[in-house]
């Protein structure tokens, strides 16, 4: 078994980066939870982002998992190499978690590769919305987050936390809470508490949409102004005249707030949106030769 993080970072003459936000998970109830979460066995791969000093990495080869390390910190993947080298079913990439390509570890595998890891704070959202982008190719994703952000993934419409990243990925994953770790859980301990969360892929997502991306964009555009109602919202995707259009065809009042609506009447909205678009080309291109 690996050593805990302090006694790595005093043999490898290191401390923690806080400029890049390192924090260091000890607390080894919260690694034995999110390997159990995160379902790792013999003939799997798991993708962990940001493998830090390989504490985390270390029980996850233990389970007999193929286990791609993604980790940018140099002085840390020296570190990597050092500890967890000689390990056959360990695999290093140095390189930027947001700018990975996720799709290459599904490459051979008859099960989709599980995603689990410490995401920093301020690569919360990019993180999340570019695993987003390989939702179906991917298993779970077992991940930690800060404590706020959890509440806001984990809350329904209408209440005072939900908002428009619950919105997005709510709608093709069910979310749901792991276990809680303090701050006095890392090394250095932030000034946060954390959460670890459980997003699983949904059988059937919750209001179906050709355009995923214009999806997204009509969530932000209804969150960025949430004090209006939904159709003065909308107005920076089209004009009013448009936005009461979407309302009136997918059912829904103009009049209310954005919070209250779930992933299935924005997803009503796009719909509509998309059918405008739609016969809008059609109607250009009426009477052409």
């Given at each position: 078994?690996?050593?805990?993080?302090?006694?790595?970072?005093?043999?490898h003459?290191?401390?923690?980066?806080?400029?890049w936000?390192?924090?260091f998970?000890?607390?080894?109830?919260?690694?034995?939870?999110?390997?159990?979460?995160?379902?790792?066995?013999?003939?799997?791969?798991?993708?962990?982002?940001?493998?830090?000093?390989?504490?985390?990495?270390?029980?996850?080869?233990?389970?007999?998992?193929?286990?791609?390390?993604?980790?940018?910190?140099?002085?840390?993947?020296?570190?990597?190499?050092?500890?967890?080298?000689?390990?056959?079913?360990?695999?290093?990439?140095?390189?930027?978690?947001?700018?990975?390509?996720?799709?290459?570890?599904?490459?051979?595998q008859?099960?989709?590769?599980a995603?689990?890891?410490?995401?920093?704070?301020?690569?919360?959202?990019p993180?999340?919305f570019?695993?987003?982008?390989?939702?179906?190719?991917t298993?779970?994703?077992?991940?930690m987050?800060?404590?706020e952000?959890?509440?806001?993934?984990?809350?329904?419409?209408?209440?005072?936390?939900?908002?428009?990243?619950?919105?997005?990925l709510?709608?093709?994953?069910a979310?749901?809470?792991?276990?809680?770790?303090?701050?006095?859980?890392?090394?250095?301990p932030?000034?946060?508490?954390?959460?670890?969360?459980?997003?699983?892929?949904?059988?059937?997502?919750?209001?179906?949409?050709?355009?995923?991306?214009?999806?997204?964009?009509?969530?932000r555009?209804?969150?960025?102004?949430?004090?209006?109602?939904?159709?003065?919202?909308?107005?920076?995707?089209d004009?009013?005249?448009?936005?009461?259009?979407w309302?009136?065809?997918?059912?829904?009042?103009?009049?209310?707030?954005?919070?209250?609506?779930g992933?299935?009447?924005?997803?009503?909205l796009?719909?509509?949106?998309e059918?405008?678009?739609?016969?809008?080309?059609?109607?250009?291109?009426?009477?052409?030769?």
């Amino acid at each position: 078994m690996i050593d805990a993080p302090g006694q790595l970072l005093r043999r490898h003459g290191l401390h923690a980066r806080h400029s890049w936000g390192q924090n260091f998970l000890h607390a080894i109830e919260v690694h034995d939870a999110i390997v159990r979460a995160s379902g790792a066995r013999p003939g799997m791969r798991v993708v962990e982002i940001g493998a830090g000093l390989g504490t985390l990495t270390d029980r996850l080869l233990t389970t007999g998992a193929e286990v791609w390390a993604i980790e940018r910190d140099r002085d840390l993947c020296t570190v990597l190499r050092a500890e967890l080298g000689d390990r056959p079913n360990f695999v290093l990439h140095e390189a930027d978690a947001v700018r990975f390509d996720y799709a290459s570890a599904t490459t051979g595998q008859s099960v989709p590769p599980a995603i689990v890891g410490n995401l920093p704070y301020q690569l919360t959202g990019p993180l999340l919305f570019k695993l987003l982008d390989h939702h179906a190719i991917t298993g779970p994703w077992v991940v930690m987050v800060q404590k706020e952000v959890a509440d806001r993934l984990c809350s329904p419409p209408g209440s005072r936390e939900y908002g428009g990243v619950t919105a997005v990925l709510s709608r093709v994953r069910a979310i749901s809470r792991v276990c809680a770790a303090s701050r006095g859980c890392f090394l250095p301990p932030p000034r946060v508490d954390s959460t670890v969360i459980r997003l699983d892929p949904r059988v059937q997502v919750r209001g179906e949409v050709r355009d995923d991306e214009g999806y997204r964009l009509l969530v932000r555009a209804a969150f960025q102004q949430r004090r209006k109602v939904l159709s003065n919202a909308l107005t920076s995707l089209d004009s009013r005249d448009a936005a009461l259009r979407w309302c009136i065809a997918a059912g829904i009042d103009p009049n209310i707030r954005p919070e209250r609506l779930g992933p299935e009447e924005f997803a009503a909205l796009q719909r509509a949106r998309e059918a405008e678009a739609e016969l809008t080309r059609g109607d250009d291109g009426a009477g052409a030769p």
